[in-house]
């Protein structure tokens, strides 16, 4: 038998200087979450709690759609929401060998220097990669199984965050196509015209051909020191499993005197699982490793999504898309 859910939790949590704590979920607000992200308004992590995450994803929601902009589930949000309602909020699968498979390194070092030696920036556990698949903590993935072990042929209980079509565009290539399976990505996204970046709703915004608001995400950009630089941008390429080139010089708070050094592919890679390079130098729209930070944490300057909304960003737009940073 394999090792608890919550125990797994706890040791990845630990492995990560975190503090492992109970997770009280709300399954109404996780129904919510996951209909909207199915829908592209993407929610952040789907956990059950409310918070500044599910109210930008609904104000989006609610833009979409013609309806006042509350930025709450009011009763003509969930008239429109109705329709969904089959996405139900859980559901439970049975663990395979292949699920829990995988490249894992526990500890991951910290220092770039000890981790330019690593053969990728993997996953420390399978509980990692399994919150990561369903959109997830494994704090969440913890208190929706209480009892749940992880080993081959166990019943678990997951956010639904299962797509409705793996069909991605045929010259997308084996690994990433494995990445985007990984993460539940659904190969049915709309397509993007624009991108538009907003400073004061710390989102990510995806128009259509005729500036009609298809998509939405939450984002971190910039910092204090590091500031979202403000202006009008264009993709230049989408490169998915990136390494990342750690350069002191251009990062503020690093010391000079540090050495370059080339960080590996994966989904712990400072940059997530895929860089979409910007007309503006040393700036994109990447993943992360730490998918309960976007929104929260701030960045060097860059645009920072959670995984499984970069590599759907990444499938929605083209290299030569408008970026504009606004405040």
Not at 49 to 74: C, N, V, Y
Not at 293 to 300: H, K, L, M, Y
Request: charged letters at 20%; aromatic letters at 6%.
């Amino acid at each position: 038998m394999g090792m608890t859910v919550a125990t797994a939790q706890q040791n990845t949590s630990q492995a990560q200087g975190k503090a492992s704590q109970a997770v009280q979920i709300d399954r109404n607000i996780l129904h919510v979450q996951v209909i909207l992200d199915h829908l592209g308004f993407g929610p952040g992590v789907l956990d059950g709690r409310g918070g500044m995450s599910l109210t930008a994803a609904l104000k989006g929601f609610q833009e979409s759609r013609g309806l006042p902009i509350t930025g709450k589930p009011d009763q003509a949000t969930l008239r429109a929401l109705h329709p969904y309602r089959q996405l139900r909020p859980t559901r439970t699968l049975r663990l395979t060998e292949a699920a829990l498979r995988g490249q894992y390194i526990n500890p991951l070092p910290k220092e770039p220097e000890a981790q330019a030696k690593l053969p990728a920036m993997a996953y420390r556990a399978p509980i990692e990669k399994l919150a990561e698949m369903f959109h997830t903590t494994p704090a969440v993935l913890a208190a929706l199984n209480p009892n749940g072990r992880l080993a081959p042929g166990q019943q678990l209980v997951f956010p639904n965050a299962l797509p409705t079509s793996r069909a991605y565009p045929e010259d997308v290539k084996p690994e990433w196509r494995q990445t985007l399976s990984q993460l539940n990505v659904d190969a049915n996204q709309p397509r993007g015209e624009t991108i538009v970046v907003d400073k004061s709703d710390a989102v990510l915004r995806v128009l259509d051909a005729n500036d009609k608001l298809v998509a939405q995400f939450q984002a971190t950009m910039g910092s204090e020191r590091d500031p979202l630089p403000l202006g009008n941008w264009k993709v230049l390429s989408i490169s998915p499993l990136p390494d990342w080139r750690f350069q002191p010089k251009i990062l503020k708070g690093v010391p000079d005197t540090k050495k370059e050094q080339l960080i590996p592919p994966g989904p712990n890679n400072p940059v997530g699982v895929v860089w979409i390079d910007l007309s503006k130098e040393h700036y994109g729209i990447h993943g992360t490793a730490e998918p309960h930070q976007i929104g929260r944490a701030e960045s060097n300057g860059c645009v920072r999504l959670t995984n499984w909304d970069a590599a759907r960003v990444a499938l929605m737009v083209k290299p030569g898309a408008p970026v504009i940073f606004q405040a």
